[in-house]
């Protein structure tokens, strides 16, 4: 085995104003929350959802080469409250599209973010409710 535990954060690295969007997109509408970030020398932000940082926006310096993702095609939160997300999303008027996975028991949310970045929100159906 590899002694790998779980997923630890993704790092979105872009110039200063995509980031600033980016950011807002995550606390706002996503529920993610703005947390400590060690001093690297660089700007950035570190997002949290609860105690773990899981996503960290890297400020792109002026004059440096773009990087590339190459493969990825989405990143994907756990998350709770999808009514309360679907509210936030329309107020924002930022477009959506639901899917339900019975076999999950799940409803999963994709949206895009500033950065174009496809996002996955995985919602738990309530099996119980009538």
């Known amino acids: 085995m590899t002694g790998v535990r779980g997923l630890a954060h993704i790092n979105l690295h872009a110039p200063a104003a995509l980031i600033a969007r980016v950011r807002q997109f995550y606390i706002d509408i996503i529920g993610l929350r703005e947390g400590p970030r060690p001093n690297f020398g660089t700007k950035g932000h570190w997002l949290y959802a609860g105690d773990t940082d899981v996503l960290h926006l890297s400020v792109h310096a002026s004059g440096e080469e773009p990087r590339t993702t190459g493969w990825i095609d989405h990143i994907a939160f756990s998350c709770t409250d999808l009514a309360q997300t679907c509210q936030r999303l329309d107020h ?11 076999s999950l028991n799940q409803m999963q949310l994709f949206v895009r973010d500033p950065a174009g970045i496809a996002v996955e929100l995985n919602f738990p159906i309530d099996v119980h409710r009538g």
């Open 92 to 102: 924002a008027g930022i477009p959506y599209r639901l899917d339900t996975v019975d």
